[in-house]
């Protein structure tokens, strides 16, 4: 009997012993990987100053002309005549007679068998949200991408100038007003890539969510209602969601998901999602994207800035606010990147949208 208490004491010993071993050795391995980390993707970052003034004039220039009433709309319906619908709603309102596509797919091509979960939110808003489109005979938007390239162009003050400025996800605007403004009519995101910390000055921003997955709408509607999410529903997130969006209730709106299916089918070409033994195989455009197209629907004239990511530049900085290289692009296997570039280039190239920054295609730079 001594003897086995005598083994098992020993046996706790050692297995003490390597366990303070084992985490010694993580110490020195993380603090020699902190040591071998590459230097900041900023460190050194320069930008042309011939070439922020030659964005600068340019965008001054747009802002300048006379604006076209709906001019992108029927751009679009020229390039893709009977695949661009000009009538499609850009949110869903409460009480709205919606169409069995909103319910054909499930998320984030549609609302497939979640019927009652959507008539809980919609009802949640209020009967008659303020108008979407511009109260101006015409207007403009500008899709404000997170591209690196926005970094020293000292663009800020023009682009508050726009009439509606779409921002993506959490961008911040603190700290780099210089550069991309804080004029924000709409910021655009889904529950893992909203802001953990609100930014937006504007006290009339609307939070346009974009839903993805079912668990998606019980967090928008938890946010409306100021309630916390659900430990359940927070399983099903990919990381940590925000646990409140500081604006009222008039504010939130929910993108149609005819406007993604638009963009993946019609535009992008896509195939249309079909059933599979796991579940759903579908192609999803990129939020950015996403958000061009919805800014069709509601301003005449639109503008991006802040968008294409140069793959071939893999050391580049790959967002203007955070430390990461171009070639983390990799990781995002869900987006077909190079379909979207050339579909955006075919847009610019055609006049339909506006390249504000030339990370797509460059008007304004020197042959």
């Not at 599979?276 to 991006?304: K, M, R």
């Not at 987006?335 to 075919?346: P, S, Y």
């Amino acid at each position: 009997m001594r003897s086995s208490v005598f083994l098992s004491r020993g046996a706790c010993r050692f297995t003490v012993l390597i366990s303070v071993v084992l985490l010694f050795l993580a110490y020195i391995s993380i603090t020699l990987s902190k040591t071998k980390q590459k230097p900041s993707v900023w460190d050194g970052y320069n930008v042309d100053p011939n070439r922020a003034k030659r964005v600068q004039t340019f965008v001054t220039e747009v802002l300048q002309r006379k604006c076209k009433r709906s001019s992108t709309r029927k751009n679009m319906s020229a390039l893709f005549p009977g695949r661009y619908k000009q009538d499609i709603p850009p949110f869903l309102r409460k009480n709205h007679v919606m169409g069995k596509e909103v319910f054909k797919y499930p998320p984030p091509f549609g609302f497939q068998s979640m019927d009652r979960k959507l008539k809980e939110v919609l009802d949640l808003f209020p009967k008659a949200p303020r108008e979407e489109r511009s109260v101006k005979s015409c207007s403009r938007c500008v899709v404000v991408g997170s591209g690196g390239i926005m970094r020293g162009l000292e663009m800020g003050q023009l682009l508050d100038q726009f009439d509606v400025v779409i921002r993506l996800n959490n961008a911040p605007v603190r700290n780099f007003i210089k550069d991309v403004g804080n004029k924000t009519t709409i910021r655009m995101s889904y529950p893992e890539g909203s802001p953990k910390s609100w930014d937006d000055v504007n006290p009339k921003t609307l939070f346009v969510t974009v839903i993805y997955k079912t668990v998606d709408v019980n967090w928008l509607k938890a946010m409306i209602k100021r309630e916390k999410v659900s430990l359940w529903d927070r399983l099903f997130f990919w990381q940590e969601v925000p646990k409140e969006i500081p604006i009222g209730t008039s504010q939130f709106r929910i993108l149609n998901p005819e406007i993604i299916g638009q963009t993946a089918v019609d535009l992008l070409q896509f195939s249309e999602p079909r059933r599979t033994f796991w579940g759903w195989d579908q192609n999803v455009p990129t939020l950015g994207v996403t958000a061009i197209v919805l800014a069709t629907y509601l301003c005449d004239e639109v503008s991006l800035a802040g968008f294409g990511y140069d793959l071939k530049q893999p050391e580049a900085p790959l967002h203007y606010y955070e430390d990461r290289r171009m070639d983390a692009m990799k990781e995002q296997t869900m987006h077909n990147v190079d379909t979207e570039k050339q579909f955006l280039a075919k847009l610019v190239k055609a006049g339909a949208i506006t390249d504000l920054t030339g990370g797509v295609h460059c008007s304004f730079c020197e042959n």
